[in-house]
């Protein structure tokens, strides 16, 4: 059976591996290289959590903290330390698909659904917007 801490805890796993890389080292005719497959994140400044458990669930940190770097896998280039945010009102497509033309009004808005981890959400009136 799935339980919701089950599926807490691989929910940024998940997520993350998925964009993340990994260094492996291979063997050549010349000795060891190291490889980078993937994307490093691991200086990642921010990392958002949307919908589902991150935005409702009763532990935001523990479900974010499943997609960050692991000292037990120092091969995954995952995020080290980065501020764990949280997008309460599932808009990430709204803002991505803006950022381009209008990049001042995307971080508007997306300033506006995000907040960090362990904070409550803004209160927002019958428009949507923040009060």
């Known amino acids: ?9 691989f929910t940024a796993e998940l997520a993350v591996t998925r964009h993340a890389g990994s260094v492996a080292i291979v063997q050549t005719v010349t000795g060891p ?24 669930g009763q532990d935001a940190a ?4 499943t997609g960050l770097a692991d000292p037990a896998e120092p091969p ?16 990430p497509f709204a803002y991505g698909l803006s950022a381009e033309k209008e990049p001042d009004a995307a971080l508007t808005l997306g300033s506006a659904h995000m907040h960090p981890v ?4 803004r209160e927002r009136n019958k428009n949507g917007r923040t009060a």
């Open 1 to 9: 059976m799935v339980t919701v801490g089950l599926v807490r805890e």
């Open 33 to 56: 290289v190291s490889v980078q497959t993937g994307k490093e994140l691991g200086s990642l400044a921010t990392l958002i959590g949307t919908g589902g458990i991150p935005a409702h």
């Open 62 to 65: 523990a479900a974010l903290a």
């Open 76 to 91: 995954s280039l995952k995020p080290k330390n980065p501020a764990l945010l949280v997008d309460s009102g599932y808009v």
């Open 118 to 121: 362990g904070e409550r959400p």
